[in-house]
């Protein structure tokens, strides 16, 4: 318990380094134009959010690490990612309040989600995603995790930047500046304020918010639905927005979704749970973006040159941590991309790594093992569970292995080797891609739902991904690549058995 004490403190700490001083300018509403959802109007609180210290950050923070080092173009933030997610969220409520016949959608409940939404993605650090998969292991976030989760419904497991999330909108620091500088309508006394955010928080993670009425516990899962579920904004922003800076010509029927979704009362005798279904004759535009999704992660999310790329900035963040640089997981909030680019790096494992990337010496792909070399679902999975090391210096001491193997390779072939060592080798397994379709489905009139709709699409995801699922050796371009091949081939065969 310690540990969580200070991770709060830590957490307190850092909101509170961010806004500091800064008061808000009461500028009004405004519109901002986005290539994706057009032009969008911005409440005046919003902006009030939208301009402060700890919103901005989130310009410094590319949605998709370093995947401009193969698309160009894919250079956007998680700053215009969380506004797009806001407009969105806002169609989408919109449309529920418009069609709603079992519950009365209000201004309070659309305000509520636009704020959730905003807020979605304020934890995020330094190259999103990547970053979140190497602090995520380390032991203090371990145990904050399992605290937080003691008082979550079962089912709920948010991902690691979701609980930053909820630890800065629930924090003292951010609720005291929220009370005092943002003109969040019915707002209320500072306990309402501070009951409001808690309201918000529990959306970024998944959990339901639910109060007593009348006899029953009413659940307000729509709201959290449209922040967090298989069909949320968030993952329709990022399905178009990453798609379209990438030059992908992936979209689905964002229109005809919004016509689609409905709410429906799910009442038993101890509860009345309001819930977000879509129509079964919208089932379509829900297979568009399930499918969209899938051949993001297969042409972009794990494109070789990507998936090479970021295995030399874990390398960066994994020595940082080595050299005590990162000695918490809140540490990671403090820093930017370009402070980990551009900064002096005294240690020359360190220096040499970032100068790959600034220069975009990206390894080549040595090897490859593809689905069909390493079976089913189960191999994959046991395999690739082996070879993603919980300990960095695990992993960097099977590196050193693949090592030995290629220098007796070069000298089987009487060739001498150039100068190499483990961090000029770089192994990618990444696990393969579980697709959920967790929402309900219900008929035309919105009354039955129609159960199993979605089943065979679970079954398309899981054999799509399985089919092209790849793993990679990527060496150093000073390695002979067909050299490493042959001197690790057999290595791998008896590796994978």
Known sequence: MADCREFYQRVEKFVFDCLDGYVPQKTGEKTIHDPIWGSVVYFAWEIEIIDSPIFQRLREIQQLGRADLTYPAARHTRFEHSLGTVAIASRMIDNLRNRSVDYFVTDSDRNKVRLAALLHDIGHCFYSHLSERIYSKLPQFSEIKKEIMKNLDIGVSPAPHEIFSYMIVKSRAFG????????????????????????????????????????????????????????????????????????????????????????????????????????????????????????????????????????????????????????????????????????????????????????????????????????????????????????????????????????????????????????????????????????LVVSRDGGNPVINKFVYIKEWCRSFNLSNWRGYIFTDVKIDRKIAADGLKNFFAGYMK
């Open 176 to 439: 005291d500046f929220f009370y005092n500088n943002v003109s969040y309508p019915e707002k209320g006394d500072e306990e309402s304020c501070f009951g409001l955010l808690a309201e918000c928080a529990n959306m970024i993670i998944g959990q339901n918010n639910k109060k007593e009425k009348n006899g029953k516990t009413e659940i307000y899962s729509f709201l959290t639905s449209v922040l967090n579920s298989d069909i949320d904004a968030d993952k329709l922003d990022y399905t178009q927005r990453d798609s379209y800076t990438a030059g992908l010509s992936l979209s689905y029927g964002v229109e005809r979704f919004l016509m689609k979704i409905v709410l429906v009362c799910d009442e038993t005798e101890k509860t009345k749970d309001y819930k977000l279904a879509i129509r079964d004759d919208g089932v379509t535009t829900v297979e568009e973006l399930l499918f969209n999704r899938n051949m993001l992660y297969v042409y972009m999310y794990r494109h070789q040159k990507v998936l090479a790329v970021e295995a030399v900035i874990e390398d960066i963040i994994s020595r940082m941590i080595d050299e005590r640089r990162l000695l918490h997981p809140c540490d990671f909030l403090y820093l930017s991309e370009k402070e980990i680019e551009y900064k002096d790096m005294k240690s020359l494992l360190l220096q040499r790594a970032v100068t790959k990337l600034k220069r975009r010496e990206i390894p080549k792909r040595a090897c490859v093992f593809s689905s069909e070399q390493l079976g089913g679902t189960e191999k994959i999975s046991a395999f690739t569970e082996k070879l993603n090391f919980a300990d960095y210096n695990e992993k960097i001491c099977f590196r050193r292995l693949l090592c030995e193997k290629i220098r007796e390779q070069y000298k089987n072939e009487g060739k001498t080797p150039p100068e190499f060592d483990e961090y000029d080798i770089y192994p990618v397994f990444p696990r393969i891609t579980d697709t959920s379709a967790q929402f």
